[in-house]
């Protein structure tokens, strides 16, 4: 079988079309790495920064403590300037530091100021604890007795609750913070993947394999009359398409890895990113009712929308990690992908028909569920799933999990249905 595999690779690498469409995909993957370095010199890491609020806040009910709550917020700004002069200046572990500290206090404050009770909607309550008394930060709860007026918002808790987390991680990994469109051997391959592949690689895996029905016509003639060989046909060039489709994708990105290595090393492996939770462990559809438009905000390297800043499902996961599973999310792509333009080419004569069809199908699935969109139909659209680092990361409204089961089923639907192709559609 894999002498046929590598037969096959081969002769698909040496089509003059198919280098050619190579290398215009080197081209655009080169261009893009470019215009993402220079643009990461001009984001700027910083994040939100939401303070703390005194409008709750009398002195009525006791004048002493009230002056001694208002020394500590003076000095928490003072905190807030000194930090963000830090940042100005690239004083990165000061600038953790700082984030650090104002995020535990705000989400401390928020918790102080709000209706809700604290064991059932505050998540990483207990993490906060510890890294107030880790970092010597004074316990706000004291002041409750002050606030007039408590309130049923606890979004700007899971915002700053997220903050001190990942800039704690920052901090005691002994990172830089960087910024979404940052480059090196580390996050090079899901730039990639997030940038180009969820437009470029349906139409590569279409570009490529169309002509394969003519091609192949002479040879399966006499293979699929030999015995025993039938059944295992339709699985050879299966595996040989997605395997050269996955060659063409994968391999430049590992050379790019190979070479950004020098410049900037692997550091950034265990670079913490923030991944929605509930749709990476579940068949979760996140429901955000009257969102009337999606204002992004990145947070390293996710770029989340604001709504997610205050979703408590948010978590931390290291780059390898999210890397590894966006490439997993890739390989099922490109095998659905691979059976859907190779069971058109089988029933259809024509191969540009099978193409266009092919291509066709795809953008009106893409067109049906853009970024901001939330019906829940979609979840059974499979380019809701044509970026698996938006779908992990938390930037669209249907999980990873969700993806990598609806992919799944697709794709053993038009297994079975190419396998049908093979006994009764003449080649």
């Known amino acids: 079988m894999w002498t046929y595999v590598l037969f096959n690779i081969k002769s698909n690498l040496k089509r003059k079309e198919n280098l050619i469409l190579v290398v215009l995909f080197i081209v655009c993957e080169i261009a893009l790495l ?192 030999i015995s025993g060989v039938k059944k295992k046909y339709v699985r050879w060039n299966l ?5 050269f489709v996955l060659l063409v994708v994968f391999l430049p990105i590992l050379v790019y890895m190979i070479v950004l290595v020098p410049f900037k090393g692997v550091s950034n492996l265990i670079y913490p990113v923030l991944y929605y939770k509930p749709g990476f462990t579940g068949f979760h559809y996140w429901d955000t009712q009257g969102l009337d438009h999606i204002e992004l905000v990145a947070s390293g390297l996710t770029n989340m929308s604001v709504n997610q800043f205050t979703t408590p499902g948010m978590e931390l996961m290291p780059l390898w990690q999210c890397t590894l599973f966006v490439a997993f999310g890739l390989v099922m792509s490109t095998t659905f992908y691979v059976l859907l333009i190779t069971v058109l080419s089988k029933l259809m004569k024509n191969k540009y028909l099978s193409l266009l069809v092919f291509l066709v199908v795809l953008g009106l699935c893409s067109f049906a569920s853009p970024l901001g969109n939330m019906q829940k139909i979609n979840t059974f659209n499979p380019m809701s799933y044509r970026d698996f680092g938006m779908n992990l990361l938390g930037t669209s409204y249907f999980g990873y999990f969700a993806g990598i089961v609806i992919i799944g089923l697709y794709s053993v639907i038009l297994y079975l249905v190419l396998k049908w192709c093979a006994k009764k559609v003449h080649v």
């Open 34 to 225: 470019f215009i993402l370095n220079t643009r990461s010199f001009t984001e700027s890491p910083y994040q939100i920064s939401l303070g703390i609020s005194i409008a709750s806040v009398s002195q009525k009910n006791d004048p002493k403590l009230y002056q001694k709550f208002m020394d500590e917020v003076n000095l928490i700004r003072q905190t807030i300037d000194k930090g963000e002069q830090d940042g100005k200046e690239k004083n990165w572990k000061s600038y953790c530091e700082y984030k650090v500290k104002v995020s535990v206090l705000e989400a401390q404050w928020y918790m102080v100021t709000s209706n809700m009770p604290n064991d059932s909607y505050f998540e990483h309550a207990d993490v906060l604890e510890e890294l107030r008394k880790e970092y010597g930060l004074p316990d706000l709860s004291q002041y409750e007795k002050l606030i007039v007026q408590k309130s049923n918002d606890i979004n700007l808790y899971f915002c700053s609750m997220q903050q001190a987390r990942y800039f704690d991680y920052l901090l005691k990994h002994d990172l830089t913070p960087i910024t979404y469109s940052y480059v090196d051997a580390s996050s090079v391959s899901l730039q990639i993947a997030r940038y180009i592949l969820p437009v470029v690689l349906p139409l590569l895996v279409g570009l490529l394999l169309f002509q394969q029905r003519e091609r192949r016509a002479k040879t399966e003639k006499t293979i699929l009359t």
């Open 239 to 243: 595996i040989s398409d997605v395997l």
